[in-house]
């Protein structure tokens, strides 16, 4: 069974770097799958926020890009996420996620999700 | 730009009923890779329904999802105390892949 498990630090000055990474267990980081990162604001929706394949190719929200940043480290079987000039408005619970490639329905699906990881931009 | 609305807000119904979820897209995104989520109060969403129409694993068969173009729906032939929560569309076609605001559903 596929696993995500999210670590970093919960509490982040405001203009510092957010720093997450997930680490996958139950698969392997070179698959044919998307790994991503999705936000949840306070008592609020969901908002992806970006993504990385295995070679290293990207994707990002455009209302983030230009503070975003990712990586993988297939060795580890871990990818990172890292947002930069941090606000309060970036208080959320992020979660890591596989989106999940399926030949027969040609499909990338989010399928397996980390449990999430509160984070709170606070002085 | 592209975004998905969702209606009720809020449902509230006695197990055993039957429910729709609406879903509606600010325009036809030209292909069925609408996913439907379940988050119970302190978990991760759970995906239910993947490609407008197909079932996650492990999701009974008294849910379904169907709709095309702009319009999609999840629906419960019965309700249980369990499917209680928050209830979100997603359409995952394309970056940046818009979830819809959810709705509440109470048992």
């Known amino acids: 069974q596929v696993q995500l498990q999210e670590s970093g630090p919960r509490l982040v000055k405001p203009s510092g770097t957010l720093s997450l990474t997930c680490h996958v267990s139950?698969?392997?980081?070179?698959?044919?799958?998307?790994w991503a990162w999705v936000r949840q604001l306070p008592g609020k929706g969901l908002e992806w926020i970006g993504e990385i394949y295995h070679d290293g190719g990207t994707n990002y929200n455009p209302s983030l890009e230009n503070r975003l940043r990712m990586s993988i480290d297939k060795s580890k079987t871990l990818f990172s996420l890292n947002l930069s000039s941090v606000t309060a408005a970036d208080t959320a619970v992020y979660y890591c996620?596989?989106?999940?490639?399926?030949?027969?329905?040609?499909?990338?699906?989010?399928?397996?999700w980390g449990q999430g990881a509160l984070v709170t931009v606070s002085s | 730009e592209f975004g998905l609305t969702q209606s009720p807000d809020t449902l509230s119904l006695a197990p055993g009923e039957s429910a729709t979820l609406s879903c509606r897209a600010t325009q036809n995104a030209g292909n069925t890779y609408v996913a439907w989520y379940h988050q119970r109060p302190g978990q991760a969403p759970r995906l239910l329904i993947y490609a407008a129409s197909n079932r996650a694993a492990g999701i009974p068969d008294r849910l379904s999802g169907g709709g095309s173009g702009t319009d999609f729906t999840l629906t419960f032939s019965r309700v249980e105390p369990d499917d209680s929560g928050m209830y979100y569309c997603?359409?995952?076609?394309?970056?940046?892949?818009?979830f819809g605001q959810g709705t509440n559903l109470q048992i």
């Open positions: 139950g698969d392997f980081i070179s698959t044919n799958h998307w």
């Open positions: 996620v596989r989106r999940s490639f399926y030949t027969w329905t040609r499909d990338y699906r989010f399928e397996f």
């Open positions: 997603q359409q995952y076609g394309f970056p940046p892949y818009p």
